[in-house]
């Protein structure tokens, strides 16, 4: 049970982290970030946590494909030979099809009819090719960009293709063991590649229960001292000229508790709050036995709302000040600093495609 719960908390705010960088991706399109796609998307991303061994996936599978995946597992210990859920949905689909043809009347056949649809729909959420294709709310971006600067932490990157024509380039670490995990951080970057300038976020994930996080523990100290440093202590809050003049302060570090699920099939959700990392000296309380803590009533006088947060990303009023590559590039060498053995970590930058190229748009 504590092993599930330690499970269930990874998956959640792994979750948590992949749904908001969806939001930042697509400029808060709502219809692209339900919890569902978010899962998807961590599917390909974190396939680790949120792939096949997901027990926020299982549980949110239809009826009809868990009814499917149990009498394959069932079957395969019958028969002593693996049977595979996709191969009996595809039979009983066939079967339905010719009693259909044979019923008749559409008032005769409209049960079967009906199970007809349960069943081609649990037939594609079995299929892994027809799924992606029809799920995958990102391409894979289908030409190579240069020039973007690059974090040196050994990682592979993947390119999306994002629905307005811009690229999102990841780089994903995350840690072996999906039992372990301590929380999520992204660090989101958008870029304008052809002014060499780039803006620049940073949100920390973790789970909180009954909307309070106590913050004595020294392993909780050190991960929101590292973010502190890397992105407050390296000026990345402090006022730009060439930025809005109409904004937030500056800090461009995020702290973003995750409620606590109980148990896989509970409705997901969770509060969104974003505290700005250099503020929580200001919004902290003391607990019992002295213990420092956030609570939600605390955090909501400096705290900004997932939309409020992404919105206000979007239109640059939130998140550092706007940088130079050469700067990038030297903040770049202390990205190993906020590898964490014990935490996801999104490295995400978005940018335009060749084809917002101003040479290339201004052509007759
Ligand atoms: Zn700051």
Partial sequence: ?????????????????????????????????????ALEFGAQICPKILGDDSLLKKHRESDMVRKYRQKARAMSVQSNAKVEALGLVRNDIKEYESLVKAGGQKKDVDRLQKELVDMKRAEEALNPQRHSEHQAIFRDARTAIRGIPEVNVGLGTRDFELPDGDILRLRVLHPDNPEHISGADIVYERHDRFKKAVNIVGVQYKIWENRELY????????????????????????????????RFPYCSAFLRPTDRLQSPD???MSTGEHVPICQIENVKTTGVRGGVKL????????SLSYDVFEGLFTTKKIGSRTLGYEELLGLYDQFGDLVDSDRVLIHAQEFQSDLSDPLFSSLP
């Fill in 215 to 246: 913050l004595n523990e020294e392993r909780m100290q050190e991960q929101l001292t590292k973010m502190g440093k890397f992105f407050c202590e390296n000026n990345l809050c402090k006022a730009g000229v060439e930025d809005h003049k109409f």
């Fill in 1 to 37: 049970m504590a092993d599930e719960q330690s499970r269930l908390d990874s998956e959640f705010v792994t979750l948590n982290a992949v749904r908001e960088l969806i939001r930042l991706a697509t400029d808060g399109d709502a219809r692209k970030s339900t919890y569902d796609q």
């Fill in 266 to 268: 509970q409705k997901l």
């Fill in 295 to 302: 609570t939600y009533e605390n955090v909501r006088k400096l």
